[in-house]
């Protein structure tokens, strides 16, 4: 059964033991990143949290806040709503295999049908519990000047009790880390329209709390809404957005997914929780959210309006991201449950909450990389390379220079356009086992022979690339190599040991 809200999600972690509750007030400035990041590097992800009492400037919210909720393989699965995250990839995976596609375009055309088939398509409903308290906001004017320089809200206690409540300073927002410009909003779902097709898309763009109606929007150069904003500023026409926090935990892992552009992220959230996604429409824009979602913060971003300073953030790659401009996001309405939760999350040296969101994704899209390229037998991102940096290929190699044609299949799809490290080893090698993999790369590689460095677009938080978007890519064939590519010499074989021997010593051995 799909979650009715994301309080019964929390319910189903505490009932299944992976939920602490914490009843001492913490505060949301620091304090909850320690304990956040002590169970995100505990073995397998330790266990969510609930912080019942979290404080604002020193006063105790309304608002609980949970976090690490999908941080380990069980919680991502129970999120999922499914046994294993492996179980949900072969169900998808046996689905697409209904009928192989000839190329990445049919492969994505397939993927859509695929989320089509069952509960996936979304339904209207009139009301719902997000907006069981509402309040709406006069826009203000259109600005012409440039915005002054962020201000640290936490130079500021007494802003939360100056403006009209709830705005975004009664939320127990998290300052993360200590060089953080301010409150980001960890776990926002951002829905955005194009302004053509009339597609809708849900990412996951992290937002900078400015003051109380007010935040940056995060939307990197190359994502579907960065998109979306480039047609309304064509347009000269203010872009309704709409975010979302909580609802059935599907929703966020949705917003992550790095699906094709045009595909909505509700077809997938309603495939995966067997159960249709019912919208309703929001109070003062043109979009809709989540029936069953804890807060909406509904507003709209005006291209015409200067960018605005974002960050610094303690970021994904481990390391600050610098600010940089980026577009501001106004408040026209706040509507939220009455027993509301916010969700959130940190990010930081890895291994964090977000490395099982973006491992999650590689499982359930991996079939359909394997239908564009049958050679691919697995794939891992392992946490140290911060999502894409760094990817693992095995490969069934059959002809030469097989994994050069995987490393440009691979840079040339979606979001592994951002990968700087591609290594392909053999179909018996262990991706997940990275010193397996690192292994075979230190021995079946002749480093000039068997490297590839290319050019491409870059991850924009990427500090040690020479401009920012754009960097370069190595890829490491690390495949034994086959007298086709050159290589004249007998190749060795692997050590192994014999499996019958084997056997008859383990059953020589006391149980
Ligand atoms: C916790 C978390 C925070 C993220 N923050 C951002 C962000 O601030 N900006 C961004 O462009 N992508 C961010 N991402 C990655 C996007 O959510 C991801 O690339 C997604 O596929 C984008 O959706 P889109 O392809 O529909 O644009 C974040 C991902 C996670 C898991």
């Given at each position: 059964m799909?979650?009715g809200?994301?309080r019964?999600?929390?319910?189903r972690l505490?009932t299944?033991g992976?939920?602490i509750?914490?009843s001492q007030p913490?505060a949301?400035?620091?304090e909850?990143t320690?304990?956040a ?7 397998d992800?330790g ?7 979290p404080?604002?400037n020193?006063a105790?919210?309304s608002?609980?806040l949970?976090i690490?909720?999908m941080?380990?393989?069980?919680r991502?699965?129970?999120?999922l709503?499914?046994?294993s995250v ?5 169900e998808l995976?046996g ?6 596609p000839?190329?990445?375009r049919?492969a ?6 695929a989320l089509?088939?069952r509960h ?6 009139r ?5 069981e ?5 006069d826009?203000?004017p259109?600005r012409?000047?440039p ?6 809200i936490?130079?500021d ?11 975004l300073?009664?939320l ?5 880390w200590p060089?953080?410009?301010g409150?980001f909003?960890t776990?926002p779902?951002?829905v ?7 597609e ?6 992290r937002?900078q709390v400015y003051?109380?109606?007010?935040t940056?929007m995060h939307?990197?150069l190359?994502?579907v809404?960065?998109r979306?904003g480039r047609r ?7 872009m309704?957005?709409?975010v979302f926090l ?6 966020t892992?949705?917003a ?6 045009g595909?909505d992220?509700?077809?997938l ?6 159960r249709?996604v019912?919208?309703?429409?929001c109070e ?15 507003g709209?971003?005006d291209?015409?309006?200067?960018l605005r ?7 994904h790659?481990?390391?600050?991201s610098?600010?940089?401009?980026y577009?501001?996001?106004?408040i ?10 916010y969700p959130?999350t940190?990010?930081g040296?890895?291994?964090?909450e977000?490395?099982?969101?973006g491992?999650?994704s590689?499982?359930l ?5 394997k239908?564009n390229f049958p050679?691919?037998?697995d ?5 140290e390379?911060v ?10 190699k059959?002809y030469p220079?097989?994994?050069?044609k995987i490393?440009h ?6 979001q592994m ?17 990275t010193r397996e993999?690192l292994f075979h790369?230190?021995?079946n590689?002749?480093p000039?022979r068997?490297?590839l460095?290319?050019?491409?677009p870059?991850?924009v ?5 020479p401009?920012?978007?754009?960097g370069t890519?190595?890829g490491?064939d690390?495949t034994r190599?086959?007298p086709?590519?050159?290589f004249k010499?007998?190749w060795?074989?692997l050590?192994?040991m014999?499996?019958?021997?084997q ?6 051995l006391?149980?």
């Amino acid at each position: 059964m799909a979650y009715g809200s994301f309080r019964e999600f929390l319910d189903r972690l505490e009932t299944e033991g992976e939920l602490i509750r914490i009843s001492q007030p913490v505060a949301t400035e620091l304090e909850i990143t320690v304990l956040a990041d002590q169970q995100m590097k505990a073995p397998d992800g330790g266990k969510a949290l609930l912080i019942e009492r979290p404080t604002v400037n020193g006063a105790v919210s309304s608002v609980p806040l949970a976090i690490n909720t999908m941080g380990s393989w069980r919680r991502m699965a129970m999120a999922l709503n499914a046994e294993s995250v492996d179980q949900v990839a072969a169900e998808l995976g046996g689905l697409l295999k209904a009928k192989p596609p000839m190329s990445v375009r049919e492969a994505i055309r397939l993927l859509g049908q695929a989320l089509d088939l069952r509960h996936a398509r979304p339904r209207a409903v009139r009301d719902g519990p997000c907006k069981e308290v509402v309040h709406r906001f006069d826009p203000p004017p259109r600005r012409t000047e440039p915005w002054p320089k962020a201000p640290d809200i936490l130079c500021d206690p007494d802003s939360a009790r100056s403006a009209p409540l709830p705005t975004l300073l009664d939320l127990p927002i998290l300052k993360c880390w200590p060089l953080d410009a301010g409150r980001f909003i960890t776990l926002p779902c951002v829905v955005t329209r194009d302004p053509d097709t009339g597609e809708r898309n849900v990412g996951m763009y992290r937002m900078q709390v400015y003051d109380a109606h007010t935040t940056g929007m995060h939307w990197q150069l190359q994502k579907v809404a960065a998109r979306h904003g480039r047609r309304y500023y064509e347009k000269g026409a203010r872009m309704p957005v709409a975010v979302f926090l909580g609802g059935d935990p599907v929703y966020t892992f949705a917003a992550t997914a790095p699906l094709p552009d045009g595909l909505d992220e509700f077809l997938l959230a309603g495939y995966l929780r067997k159960r249709s996604v019912e919208l309703v429409r929001c109070e003062t824009i043109d979009l809709e959210v989540p029936a069953d979602a804890d807060f909406v913060l509904e507003g709209y971003v005006d291209p015409c309006e200067p960018l605005r300073e974002e960050g610094p953030f303690g970021d994904h790659t481990g390391y600050y991201s610098l600010p940089e401009p980026y577009p501001v996001f106004h408040i026209t309405a706040i509507t939220h449950r009455k027993d509301a939760i916010y969700p959130a999350t940190i990010v930081g040296l890895p291994p964090m909450e977000d490395f099982y969101l973006g491992s999650a994704s590689v499982k359930l899209f991996l079939p359909v990389l394997k239908m564009n390229f049958p050679e691919i037998v697995d794939m891992a991102l392992p946490a140290e390379g911060v999502f894409h940096n760094l990817v693992f290929v095995s490969i069934k190699k059959s002809y030469p220079m097989q994994a050069y044609k995987i490393m440009h299949g691979l840079w040339g799809m979606g979001q592994m356009m951002f990968t700087k490290y591609i290594i392909v080893v053999d179909d018996h090698v262990n991706v997940h086992n990275t010193r397996e993999v690192l292994f075979h790369l230190c021995a079946n590689t002749d480093p000039q022979r068997d490297c590839l460095f290319t050019r491409g677009p870059a991850d924009v938080l990427d500090h040690a690339t020479p401009e920012i978007g754009i960097g370069t890519k190595l890829g490491i064939d690390a495949t034994r190599k086959l007298p086709g590519e050159g290589f004249k010499r007998p190749w060795p074989p692997l050590i192994q040991m014999d499996p019958a021997v084997q056997e008859r010593i383990k059953s020589l051995l006391p149980r």
